[in-house]
């Protein structure tokens, strides 16, 4: 008896351990990349209406679903183009939204009737630039905008009717105007002005009077208004005069001086905030310090977050949108391993009720945990990360993808990313980096990045590759790239100067020429290109640099096979120098080596479900044909 128990024993031990050697099962491509369920939730000002966008044959659509007896409606129902994430509720119960009509290069602006479910078209200028700025409680039909349809260069601030499409200029754009901070009645009483170094907060107590410089930075220098307290001319900011990590300030806006400090962290930037329109109030800061956190300065809404961490363990939790009463609140939760759902929580009753998931096809259990790192660069510097790794007991001698974010004064966050999860479903470990010059850590941190973009930027992706190479984490000869933007560049500038470290190298929406990405920068963003100057280099006095560096004077330097992805319609990319860039590099290592998807009804990012299941499925085959380990 006791044999056969200890053969069965050995039995289930020997079962266990190949299951946990066996790698996760492959999820469909689709999976981790389809249009989302339902997102973007937003409720009605009076609480009676929850809205959300969801697809409709390939195309994102507004629908609302009444709280009373909880019917869905479809809202509208377009099939050519998506309508933007952007969208808000009017104080009238009217839904505004946009359409970005890529092929004609024209924004829409529609005004929906919530009670009629009828659309109209307020207004829809062609190359031109639209956002909101802010609502009026006491002119419920007028809506602020920003536009730069008096001059492309410039924006200047509108009041629109969305019932008689009248629009009326509010304030005219001088030239150097960057921000503007409407209060909680949308009235602007703060600006920026930037002529892209030197910086300076300006401020009118009314309408009627003009603006007057109180507070004079240069860039590398923020501060960054919220709202006014309500009590006097006291504003809010997030700060870092004279500091290093941004904190919550309390200003006054008759001198431009910092009264007090409300809150601060040592570990790294206060990056976002909650603030209540009807208290006047910061209800908390949050920050990133290897994985989101929260100090709450406002005992009430601590109430609601610890209530909702009970029901919701395990989960980040944040509030997407609230009701005028802030009775009715939308919440979002999200981990590493879920994209993430949407609650309806009700204050009065203490009622916590599930809207839908952002993704319902994945499992958390079935995707895989992301681990903050940190390790020193070089020069000594220590650079945090993310390390992802596949299911299975296997942690050493894996293949590795190295993702470096956008910006590059950008930032990569703890939290569900699909492009992780699938390459850690296929067996690969992930490695994100924030390198020198990433945002969130402080002033410092930040500068030390400036005119290091093809320097020590690039060395602290290479110490990190190097790093998990020592730790025997990652497989020497197995080691791809893969980044968007500047990532992509930093991918190109990986396998241009070592070659013996990456065996291939994906690329989507890619900077190739440094020259010509300041040169082309559009109207709208010229006031920021003497600070591209400052912090990545002036194509005058910094040409040996860049010229260095840019991938299109490297073509001969680029060896290893490329995958490269482009929209035609994005703003940023100069499509015919790519369509060369592209051409040298099949000629000098063959097309099939150097693979090139050019889509002509795409911007930055791929919108079409369609287009994204090619993009990845190209990704999957690309990695497991040139990640095979060579005898």
Not at 565 to 589: C, M, P, T, W, Y
């Amino acid at each position: 008896m006791l044999k056969h128990f200890r053969i069965l024993l050995l039995i289930y031990a020997i079962t266990v351990l190949c299951a946990c050697k066996q790698k996760a099962a492959p999820i469909p491509v689709i999976d981790f990349f389809r249009t989302p369920e339902k997102v973007s939730y937003r409720i009605s000002p009076d609480g009676k209406y929850i809205s959300y966008l969801k697809p409709y044959k390939d195309k994102q659509n507004l629908f609302i679903q009444s709280l009373e007896d909880g019917k869905e409606r479809m809202a509208t129902s377009f099939t050519d183009y998506s309508i933007r994430g952007d969208y808000f509720w009017t104080y009238n119960n009217e839904i505004v939204f946009f359409q970005d009509i890529i092929t004609v290069d024209e924004i829409r602006m529609f005004a929906l009737d919530v009670s009629t479910l009828k659309t109209q078209v307020i207004i829809s200028p062609k190359k031109v630039r639209i956002a909101m700025i802010g609502r009026d409680k006491h002119e419920p039909d007028v809506v602020t905008i920003r536009m730069n349809k008096r001059d492309s260069a410039n924006f200047d601030i509108y009041k629109l009717n969305i019932k008689t499409k009248e629009l009326n200029p509010y304030l005219v754009n001088p030239g150097n105007i960057t921000q503007w901070f409407p209060d909680a009645d949308g009235k602007i009483r703060l600006v920026r002005a930037s002529d892209g170094v030197d910086e300076t907060i300006l401020y009118r107590p009314n309408d009627k009077a003009p603006f007057k410089p109180i507070i004079a930075n240069n860039f590398k220098t923020s501060v960054k208004p919220i709202a006014f307290t309500g009590v006097g001319n006291y504003f809010l900011a997030l700060s870092n005069v004279n500091r290093d990590k941004s904190a919550l300030v309390e200003i006054n806006a008759e001198d431009g001086k910092e009264h007090k400090v409300i809150f601060a962290s040592n570990n790294a930037d206060i990056q976002d905030y909650q603030y209540s329109k009807n208290k006047h109030k910061i209800e908390l800061v949050t920050w990133d310090a290897a994985k989101p956190q929260k100090h709450f300065l406002d005992p009430e809404i601590k109430l609601i977050y610890d209530k909702l961490s009970t029901e919701l363990k395990g989960n980040e939790i944040n509030i997407a949108d609230r009701d005028s009463a802030e009775n009715k609140f939308i919440i979002i939760t999200y981990t590493d391993r879920n994209p993430g759902s949407y609650y309806l929580y009700e204050k009065n009753i203490g009622k916590l009720t599930k809207l839908g998931d952002i993704n319902p096809d994945l499992k958390p259990d079935e995707l895989c945990t992301m681990q903050p790192i940190s390790y020193k660069a070089s020069d000594g510097m220590t650079i945090n990360g993310y390390l992802t790794l596949p299911l299975g007991s296997a942690t050493t001698n894996l293949p590795l993808v190295v993702m470096p974010h956008d910006g590059p004064f950008g930032h990569n966050g703890w939290g569900y990313n699909p492009e992780v999860q699938f390459l850690a479903n296929r067996g690969y470990a992930v490695f994100l980096v924030n390198y020198r010059g990433s945002t969130g850590f402080g002033k410092a941190f930040y500068s030390a990045g400036f005119k290091e973009v093809g320097g020590k930027i690039q060395q602290d992706i290479t110490d990190g590759v190097n790093w998990l190479i020592q730790n025997k984490t990652a497989n020497p000869k197995k080691i791809a790239i893969f980044g968007g933007g500047f990532g992509g560049f930093s991918a190109l500038y990986g396998v241009s100067f070592h070659p013996d470290m990456y065996n291939c190298a994906i690329v989507q929406h890619g900077l190739i020429n440094f020259f010509t990405y300041i040169k082309d920068a559009p109207p709208f963003l010229k006031p920021l290109v003497q600070m591209t100057y400052e912090r990545v280099g002036n194509p005058e006095t910094d040409a040996n640099q860049l010229r260095a560096i840019s991938p299109v004077f490297n073509i001969s330097k680029i060896r290893v096979p490329l995958l490269i992805f482009q929209g035609a319609r994005d703003d940023r990319a100069n499509i015919s120098e790519l369509n060369q860039f592209v051409r040298e590099l099949q000629k000098q290592n063959g097309n099939d080596k150097v693979k090139y998807f050019l889509k002509p009804r795409e911007r930055t990012f791929f919108r079409s479900q369609t287009n994204r299941m090619e993009m990845y499925a190209e990704i999957e085959k690309f990695l497991d044909e040139n990640m095979r380990v060579k005898p």
